[in-house]
């Protein structure tokens, strides 16, 4: 599948699918689907988010499995909050303990594959203000109309002003001209750094996890050489608003993406070798 054909066929709108229908479809393909939240250090968010969550969809309409909160070594209540609203709380450092320790969201989101027991895997940012369990509906719909489907991003208008329809601040100035000069195959992906995602687990195993923030772009590099871009998609999930980070963070945040590109480069033989031992650490396969 091409880029213009992915165009035509591949986005999706997340309210168009009916939690109740998708019910009926996980149960006739005998699909579990598991939420994984990535946490650190947000105590204040988890909870509501979590307690939407179980109250939606577990409770209200059966679509979750599980939820599970996978929580990188916060020091404030995440741990609790949590746990008080209903989820699962894993510490990423005792998943996989035999193992050398990584870093990041990359590793909690490498490691929830551990842990989780759905054949989907909803991933969803843990520190948004405004959540809505609709987010899970929209991410899980292509999944279980299409099997061609077996990974999906996140699209949404974000509460930021005159930046309300971009991708982020970094997606504009760091990962959208790279995958432009790079990964042009990629370049219809709205916010290709969303951290609002779903797949196939058994897809998601067969691909290795940059560490940090470099995850997500890694993904989308690593699956689409993987299965090929008509098994990738975004849905637009409407808005939403997160907790925004400073611009020392945003800073640390570009530079693991480049360092992830330029792995990724030196892999396929178009940059110098010698990044593929120098750049963002990735994960094996699982």
Not at 182 to 187: D, I, N, S, V
Not at 229 to 256: E, I, K
Request: charged content about 25%.
């Amino acid at each position: 599948m091409d880029r213009d054909e992915w165009l035509a066929r591949r986005p999706y709108t997340g309210a168009d699918y009916d939690p109740e229908r998708l019910v009926d479809l996980a149960r006739r393909q005998d699909v579990r689907i598991s939420a994984c939240l990535p946490a650190l250090n947000v105590g204040d968010t988890v909870g509501p988010i979590v307690a939407a969550l179980r109250a939606e969809l577990v409770d209200r309409v059966p679509l979750l499995s599980e939820i599970v909160v996978v929580d990188s070594d916060s020091v404030d209540d995440t741990r609790s909050a949590a746990t008080t609203a209903g989820a699962r709380v894993v510490d990423d450092r005792e998943v996989l303990p035999g193992l050398a320790p990584g870093r990041g969201k990359g590793e909690a989101m490498w490691k929830s594959l551990a842990v989780l027991r759905g054949e989907i895997v909803v991933w969803l940012d843990s520190d948004v203000i405004d959540f809505d369990p609709a987010f899970v509906t929209g991410l899980v719909g292509p999944l279980l109309a299409d099997p061609e489907v077996g990974y999906v991003k996140a699209l949404y208008r974000r509460a930021l002003g005159d930046d309300a329809d971009g991708g982020g601040r970094v997606t504009e100035i760091c990962a959208r001209p790279l995958i432009n000069l790079f990964y042009p195959e990629l370049a219809g992906f709205a916010q290709p750094l969303s951290g609002e995602a779903a797949g196939r687990r058994d897809l998601l195993r067969s691909v290795p996890f940059f560490s940090g923030y470099a995850v997500e772009l890694g993904l989308l590099i690593d699956l689409a050489r993987t299965a090929g871009l008509g098994a990738l998609a975004q849905v637009d999930l409407g808005a939403r608003r997160h907790t925004n980070q400073s611009t020392v963070a945003l800073g640390a945040m570009a530079s693991t993406i480049q360092q992830a590109v330029l792995r990724r480069l030196a892999d396929e033989g178009r940059a110098p070798e010698a990044f593929a031992d120098t750049c963002a650490f990735a994960r094996p396969v699982s």
